[in-house]
């Protein structure tokens, strides 16, 4: 029987090289002269300082489009609030890797309710769809692509 799994992930080596390209960005712009503007990467969280929000912004900008460049999907981040300590801004930002629950139990409810002849069963951090026909799996797969979610999607390990 055809299946693929449902997973939301990236890149974590091309989110790397972006950071980096975003750090060397900031530190030869003009407007960020002086200012010890940078960019931290830690396992699964971003964090962006500089002297000014109106600086922040601009960074963020910048990581968005060697994110985007390097097929990093932007709608994995979750951008927090910018925090000032001392004459530093500081924000984090959470990269979101995997299908939380709620989302996962959203796609199955999703599937079900276009009552497509597949089944779908959420495994740990993705979801497998099986289906008796290939049609019937690329038929969920354009549902869920038209279907507006927070987070990318990916289909991975299409088999028949």
Do not use: W
């Amino acid at each position: 029987m055809p299946t693929f799994d449902i997973i939301s992930e990236f890149d974590t080596h091309e989110v790397k090289n972006a950071i980096d390209q975003a750090n060397k960005e900031v530190t030869t712009r003009f407007d960020f002269k002086g200012s010890n503007s940078s960019f931290e990467l830690t396992d699964d969280k971003l964090v962006m300082i500089s002297e000014s929000t109106f600086q922040l912004q601009q960074m963020f900008s910048v990581v968005c489009t060697k994110l985007s460049r390097r097929g990093v999907d932007v709608a994995c981040m979750d951008v927090g609030d910018a925090k000032g300590s001392g004459k530093m801004m500081r924000q984090e930002i959470t990269l979101k890797q995997g299908l939380d629950s709620t989302v996962a139990k959203k796609i199955v409810k999703l599937i079900k309710d276009k009552k497509l002849k597949v089944q779908a069963a959420i495994q740990g951090d993705k979801v497998r769809v099986t289906g008796k026909k290939r049609d019937d799996l690329q038929e969920v797969i354009q549902m869920l692509r038209d279907e507006k979610l927070e987070i990318p999607l990916q289909y991975d390990n299409f088999r028949d």
